[in-house]
């Protein structure tokens, strides 16, 4: 299977670890990304603040670009970047279109979340066939964050207020995956940076309630949700005195691991909560 691939501006530096168990995952199954020539920055996260011409310029450009390939279908793993490439799409096709330089081909492939691609029907079955070592005894919330299904009129999503992509992910892979009620919520994005009091507040309140739940783990398709609740959750355990633990993994990773691929421990490795214990204690390393 070929299709084509807008990796983002993140996987290419502080996510690499989520490109290389994308890379592998979908080597493993035989999909071949196929990636947008001289694809550009999709303008998240400032530019539709900014500019709105250029929000969907910038994104519509890689669409353009993305038609030239005669794929059926876009693979997006980054909630922002698929968030902007719907949003151009929305406009420049359903919109009168006037004011921007792109142009849409009329045979635009399928803009895809990468996370609910793989929550496809098929893309479970081939999941759940290819198990060696499945997610027995772990217990996992899916935090999805707040990008990759609102808002529903331009994402398309029918549960953007229970989405299930990642929780059918985690049960095809002999995991068990917790119902919570804080999947969606805010992490704080780039308030880390300009306002860290904020972001910390959020984040705490997110891992707070997955501990609540009985979660052993948070399971995210998303960078920087990762990032945040990943590299500042030891700082916030010392502010709240507080102690969470929570690894927080890539659904690539898990996949990469219930499927017994190689890479799987190295690209778990890279994390600053380190889910090696948790996962040996669990006999899946």
């Known amino acids: 299977m070929k299709v084509t691939y807008y990796p983002g501006c993140s996987l290419e530096g502080t996510a690499r ?3 290389d168990s994308i890379e592998g995952v979908c080597e493993s199954f035989g999909i071949e990304l196929q990636e947008i020539p ?15 011409t250029a929000s969907i310029d910038l994104p519509g450009r890689n669409l353009k670009l993305a038609g030239q390939l005669n794929n059926a279908d876009l693979l997006v793993p980054c909630p922002l970047c698929f968030n902007r490439l719907k949003a ?3 406009e420049l096709q359903e919109g009168n279109g006037h004011g921007f330089q792109t142009k849409l081909p009329p045979d ?7 996370a609910n691609f793989f929550a496809t029907g098929e893309m479970l079955q081939k999941l759940s066939s290819g198990l060696k070592k499945p997610l027995e005894g772990l217990k996992l919330v899916s935090y999805y964050g707040c990008m990759s299904s609102r808002p529903p009129k331009v ?3 029918d549960d953007f207020e229970n ?11 002999g995991g068990q995956p917790i119902d919570w009620p804080y999947k969606t919520d805010c992490c704080g994005a780039s308030l880390m940076i300009s306002r860290t009091d904020m972001g910390f507040k959020m984040v705490g309140k997110i ?4 501990r609540r739940v009985g979660a052993q783990g948070v399971v995210v398709s998303c960078q920087m949700c990762q990032s945040n609740l990943d590299m500042y959750q ?3 355990e010392a502010e709240t005195g507080k102690f969470f633990g929570l690894p927080i993994m890539y659904f690539t990773e898990l996949i990469g691991l219930a499927c017994g691929l190689p890479g799987a421990p190295n690209w778990l490795s890279r994390h600053f909560v380190d889910p090696i214990p948790l996962l040996r204690k669990n006999r899946l390393i």
């Open 155 to 157: 994402t398309g999503a």
């Open 207 to 210: 891992l707070e309630m997955a």
């Open 38 to 52: 001289d694809w550009n920055c999709c303008g998240s996260t400032a530019a539709h603040s900014i500019n709105h």
């Open 108 to 114: 635009l492939p399928k803009i895809w979340d990468l």
């Open 163 to 173: 989405p299930q992509s990642l929780d059918k992910i985690v049960k095809a892979l």
């Open 88 to 90: 151009a799409a929305h």
């Open 234 to 236: 030891e700082r916030i």
């Open 17 to 19: 670890d989520y490109a």
